[in-house]
């Protein structure tokens, strides 16, 4: 994996999918090392999924697509300052949300349970991103991960023949059944297994004990609409939720500074 090609011509996705780490269209470079394709006629047809998320193309002329979910071209090089950002951003909204609670007493009770809610979505949100786009932008961190062994021993990677291919040889459809399995199968609030995945993808620590109470907290409301399992009312003020983002801000500041000094 994570090879370099020259492509003397254009490449043209039509109903097959090129999966490539970067693409650089009108691109004359050769680097040195690189795999050069000379396609007939001066077109790469991808007519079939092909390649890897950790390839490099170079194509001297154009780069098209037909489609979009086939006959399409995926690149997965990551800017990690693209997922701070959006972290940012997402909670600008939620603090703009806030300063417009309802009325009623009843309904900004409600208001603000569900806005402290939200902010363990925006956090499950920024972890999702960094361990799907690091790990896929990283091949070491990404071979980490499938040599530890915990994608199959925590049930990531679900049923036996996709266990038999994940401890298998490298290729796309491995990688593609890596992807699937840690954007559909992780639960981002479950601590102790993220605390894990994230000292052996990107080896950091990460202690989340300070949010476990609150995530209690947010069960009640996701899961018994704001009382706890005796029964009682959660009462949450604008104050908690503000508190609870100044929390889950410090996490992002460890992680991102932690990732972003290995770059």
């Known amino acids: 994996m994570g090879k370099v090609f020259h492509i003397r011509g254009g490449v043209f996705?039509?109903?097959?999918?090129?999966?490539?780490?970067?693409?650089y269209a009108g691109d004359g470079r050769c680097p040195e090392g690189a795999i050069i394709i000379t396609p007939p006629n001066g077109i790469l047809e991808i007519t079939h999924n092909s390649g890897s998320i950790f390839d490099t193309y170079y194509v001297k002329d154009f780069v098209t697509a037909s489609g979009i979910d086939v006959g399409n071209i995926f690149a997965f090089k990551n800017?990690?300052?693209?997922t701070?950002?959006?972290?940012?951003?997402n909670r600008e909204l939620l603090t703009r949300l806030l300063m417009s609670p309802p009325e009623d007493v009843q309904l900004r009770q409600v208001f603000y349970q569900q806005q402290y809610a939200h902010v363990f979505s925006l956090m499950e949100r920024f972890l999702?991103?960094?361990f799907v786009r690091q790990t896929c932008d990283n091949e070491g961190s990404y071979h980490r991960v499938l040599d530890s062994g915990i994608l199959t021993t925590k049930n990531i990677v679900q049923g036996k023949a996709n266990k038999e291919l994940i401890r298998g040889d490298d290729c796309l459809e491995k990688e593609l059944l890596y992807i699937r399995s840690i954007e559909n199968y992780i639960v981002y609030h479950k601590f102790d297994l993220i605390s894990e995945l994230f000292s052996i993808a990107f080896d950091i620590s990460v202690d989340f004990n300070s949010l476990k109470r609150p995530l209690d907290v947010r069960h009640d409301i996701i899961h018994r609409f704001g009382h706890s399992v005796k029964g009682a009312e959660v009462v949450i003020t604008e104050k908690d939720v503000l508190s609870l983002l100044d929390t889950i801000d410090g996490f992002v500041t460890t992680i991102s500074s932690q990732i972003t000094s290995q770059e």
């Open 79 to 82: 800017i990690y300052q693209f």
């Open 84 to 89: 701070v950002n959006s972290y940012h951003n």
């Open 13 to 23: 996705a039509t109903t097959g999918n090129l999966y490539t780490r970067n693409i």
């Open 128 to 130: 999702s991103d960094t």
